[in-house]
């Protein structure tokens, strides 16, 4: 992992007016991610993370702050640089896959490459590209079905392929487990946290599962728009030092927390059963 900063947003602010009523989605979020880092963000539905998301991937417009991506001001981009920026950089893994069911696994993992008009890659390049990524994926065997004739976990790793395909320094996930089953769900996590030690690529994961956080690097606790908590994991801590030694990560104010584990522990026994909760219902 990169000490370098591929994601910054500073005092990000977000509100939706349906009419009826005014949301304060985002209230002066404050975050840095590192390049190569696996973060969740975590929380209960309806606290921004969602939001959050689509706002650093450039997908929605914020109101007031900055978010920089690898340096870049977002903001400062027309629509169709930040369009043809996210083509070039971002990947997007949806829980509800989001494959053309008339397509099959490959050209559905091709389409992106086929629609970037500024790289104007070739077709017999863009189903080379997609063949290979559906390789990493471990669908290789499957490259000829459509995604009726695949199971939850191998439309989602077709995503992933999707997502990869283009070999993005970032990789926006929402939910990714969130429509399969436990075993599917570790299936999906093992792959995208190999892709990511293999590749160097940053992962961004919203999700409220707290097993799949814990296998993150950090964990980005939300409530009401705002960042309560923002802690290494003990996977990362193991992954870098060998061993756990109770150091949390530094956060988007650039305070460093040390042994914020307690903290941590507060911060869960409140939004763990709120999470919980929703998962039952």
Not at 81 to 95: D, I, K, P, S
Not at 102 to 118: C, F, G, K, S, W
Not at 181 to 203: A, H, K, V, W, Y
Request: glycine content about 8%; overall charge negative.
């Amino acid at each position: 992992m990169s000490n370098n900063i591929i994601i910054r947003a500073k005092d990000v602010q977000k509100t939706y007016n349906t009419g009826k009523v005014i949301v304060n989605a985002l209230r002066g979020l404050d975050l840095e991610v590192k390049q190569g880092e696996m973060v969740a963000i975590m929380g209960p539905s309806g606290c921004g993370k969602t939001t959050l998301l689509n706002s650093l991937s450039g997908l929605d417009a914020i109101d007031e702050g900055v978010i920089e991506i690898d340096g870049r001001n977002l903001a400062k981009m027309s629509d169709k640089e930040r369009t043809a920026y996210r083509a070039a950089n971002m990947g997007f893994v949806f829980q509800f896959y989001n494959l053309l069911p008339v397509l099959t696994a490959a050209e559905n993992v091709e389409m992106p490459l086929l629609l970037d008009y500024q790289r104007r890659i070739k077709p017999k390049e863009a189903r080379k590209m997609a063949l290979e990524a559906l390789a990493a994926v471990g669908l290789a065997d499957q490259i000829d079905q459509r995604p009726t004739e695949l199971s939850g976990g191998q439309q989602q790793r077709v995503t992933i392929a999707r997502a990869l395909v283009n070999n993005p320094a970032i990789v926006w996930a929402d939910e990714p487990t969130g429509d399969l089953d436990s075993t599917t769900s570790q299936e999906i996590m093992d792959l995208m946290r190999r892709l990511n030690r293999e590749n160097g690529q940053t992962f961004v994961i919203v999700t409220h599962s707290q097993e799949i956080g814990d296998q993150c690097d950090r964990i980005v606790w939300m409530k009401d728009g705002v960042v309560v908590s923002d802690t290494q994991t003990q996977s990362a801590e193991v992954a870098a030092n060998g061993h756990a030694n109770g150091n949390g990560h530094t956060n988007g104010h650039g305070n460093g927390h040390t042994n914020g584990h307690s903290k941590d522990v507060a911060i869960r026994e409140t939004l763990v059963p709120e999470l919980q909760t929703m998962s039952a219902n």
